[in-house]
C-alpha cells in the first residue's frame, strides 16, 4: 500500500496559479501510475491528469488541458499538479492516487482503477 499526503491548495483569485504536491510513501516500488483527482459536493470523482511513472506519458481532462501540468520528482517520491489560468469551476477537493495496475492511457483517468488515494486538499477559485 502505498501513504500518500497531499499539500499546496488554497485560495486564488481568477487567472492565479497554484502548485499541489503530493508525497508518496510506503510502497511505492510497484507504483505504475498516479493521476489527481477533484471533487465537488454532490458530484462524483473526476480525474484531472494523470501520469504514467514508465514512461512519464501523461493525460489530461479536456476541461484542463493547456492550463494544467502533472509531474513527478523521482528522488524525492513526489507528484505535482501545477495548476495555470484557474477558474472558479476549478474550485474543488484534490486527491492523489496511485495504482499498481498497467492501465491504457484512456482508463488512466478513472477513479475505481485506483486502490491508494490521499486525504485531498481544498481549491477555491474565487473574486
Known amino acids: 500500500q502505498v501513504h500518500l499526503v497531499e499539500s499546496g491548495g488554497g485560495s486564488v483569485l481568477p487567472g492565479g496559479s497554484l502548485r499541489l504536491a503530493c508525497a508518496a510513501s510506503g510502497s511505492t516500488y510497484y507504483t505504475r501510475w498516479m493521476a489527481w483527482f477533484r471533487q465537488t459536493p454532490g458530484k462524483e470523482r473526476e480525474g484531472v491528469a494523470s501520469i504514467a511513472l514508465d514512461r512519464s506519458r501523461t493525460y489530461y481532462a479536456d476541461s484542463v488541458k493547456g492550463r494544467f501540468t502533472i509531474s513527478r520528482d523521482d528522488a524525492q517520491n513526489t507528484l505535482y499538479l501545477q495548476m495555470n489560468s484557474l477558474k472558479p469551476e476549478d474550485t474543488a477537493m484534490y486527491y492523489c492516487?496511485?495504482?499498481?495496475?498497467?492501465?491504457?492511457?484512456?482508463?488512466?483517468?478513472?477513479?475505481?482503477?485506483?486502490?491508494?488515494w490521499g486525504q485531498g486538499t481544498q481549491v477555491t477559485v474565487s473574486s
Open positions: 492516487a496511485a495504482t499498481e495496475r498497467g492501465l491504457y492511457f484512456w482508463d488512466s483517468l478513472a477513479p475505481n482503477n485506483y486502490g491508494s
